[in-house]
């Protein structure tokens, strides 16, 4: 979505809920990846995706453009209900279908997105170099948790993860560096062939510059 068109939605959003069915439309499903990424259940994944859009609807006339933009803005608040999660381990009240029905919200695309929820949770549990690495990730502290799944699980440049996290991109290249270093102690010492290579094996931090290609196409090396 081009930043001319998106600040228009979200200018329309603020003064009409419905218009946030665009802005949900657009960005459900990186969102909710990006969430059954870092929890590792798709159920769990529902509830924070769910609260994460309730949040981001309430909270949207707040919204203002300062060089972030809205895809940033759901990542922050995604994170943040990450965390809120793995915290407390709670419940969350609400539901998507919640979302839509108290919104008024109505979808253009009328497709099923339990489907589309279900097949991302099939190619989650298949990939077994995925897995590892998760756990790796998940057993770290929270600040490297955040870095290392946006630039890993996401694919997310150092600017980008600057912006979503509200931090320099000097703090993003020293917390990906240390908790790289983190889960290079972590990994088994075990041989291992090119074909089988750990996770985060031979890595290093790329900067902001570098073009990268899809996570989901490649082993997670960093």
């Known amino acids: 979505m081009e930043k001319s068109e998106e600040k228009q939605i979200i200018k329309q959003a603020q003064k009409d809920p419905q218009a946030f069915g ?3 439309e657009t960005y459900y499903e990186p969102i909710f990846g990006y969430i059954l990424k870092r929890v590792g259940n798709v159920h769990a994944a529902q509830d924070v995706a769910s609260e994460t859009f309730f949040k981001a609807l309430d909270r949207l ?3 203002k453009w300062k060089g972030v933009s809205i895809s940033s803005w759901l990542y922050r608040i995604a994170t943040n209900e990450i965390n809120q999660h793995f915290r407390k381990n709670k419940k969350v009240r609400y539901s998507i279908e919640a979302l839509l029905e108290e919104s008024g919200i109505e979808l253009r ?5 339990m489907e589309e929820i279900l097949e991302q949770e099939k190619e989650m549990e298949n990939a077994q170099a995925w897995r590892q690495a998760r756990k790796l990730i998940h057993d770290l502290p929270e ?3 955040e870095v290392l799944s946006l ?3 996401e ?3 150092i600017r980008e993860i600057a912006e979503i996290l509200g931090k320099r991109e000097g703090t993003v290249k020293s917390l990906l560096s240390r908790g790289i270093a983190r889960l290079r102690k972590s990994i088994p010492k075990t041989p291992a062939s090119a074909a089988d290579k750990q996770p985060f094996e031979s890595s290093r931090v790329v900067d902001s510059r570098e073009a990268s290609s899809p996570a989901s196409k490649k082993m997670i090396n960093v």
């Open 22 to 24: 665009v802005i949900f």
């Open 61 to 63: 006339w707040q919204f």
């Open 109 to 113: 695309d009328e497709r099923d997105l």
């Open 143 to 145: 600040k490297y948790q």
């Open 151 to 153: 630039r890993f699980f």
């Open 155 to 157: 694919d997310k440049k």
